[in-house]
C-alpha cells in the first residue's frame, strides 16, 4: 500500500491519508478484509503523529470503509449494498468450508458454475 503526504498541502495531512485509502479501496487495490497497518506503523513511515492516522481511520470507520477490530487491528469493509455485503459473507463461508474439505479454488469455483447452470 503505497500512501504519501503533502506537508506544504492544502489539504490536512488525516484527510490526504484518508482519501487516498479509500480510492484504494474504490479501485479494488485494498480488497475486503485486508489489514491495515497500524496507526503507529503508518505513522512511522509517512512521518505524522499518530493521532492524525488515528484521525484518518476514524473518519474511514465512520464512512464503512474499514472497520476496527480492537486489538486485531484495522480491515477493509465488505462494500456495496447490503444484498452485496452479505453475498460476500456468504462466499467467505464458502471458501472456508471448502478449504476444510481441501477442496482448491478451481475445483471450488467449478461447483459453484456448476449450482449455477444446474439452477437456471
Do not use: C, K
Not at 20 to 38: D, K, N, S
Not at 45 to 66: C, F, H, K, M, Q
Amino acid at each position: 500500500m503505497l500512501i504519501t503526504t503533502d506537508p506544504g498541502g492544502a489539504t490536512p495531512p488525516y484527510e490526504q491519508v484518508r482519501m487516498q485509502i479509500a480510492a484504494l479501496v474504490h479501485a479494488g487495490e485494498l480488497v475486503a478484509g485486508a489489514r491495515l497497518p497500524t496507526v503507529r506503523r503508518l505513522a512511522g513511515d509517512l512521518g505524522l503523529a499518530p493521532n492524525t492516522v488515528a484521525r484518518s481511520y476514524r473518519e474511514l470507520e465512520n464512512d464503512g470503509i474499514i472497520e476496527t477490530r480492537g486489538r486485531n487491528g484495522s480491515f477493509v469493509s465488505r462494500q456495496g449494498t447490503a444484498n452485496e455485503r452479505l453475498g460476500q459473507a456468504a462466499a467467505d463461508v464458502y471458501i472456508d468450508r471448502m478449504r476444510q474439505l481441501g477442496i482448491g479454488p478451481d475445483d471450488a469455483i467449478s461447483y459453484v458454475q456448476q449450482a449455477i447452470d444446474n439452477a437456471g
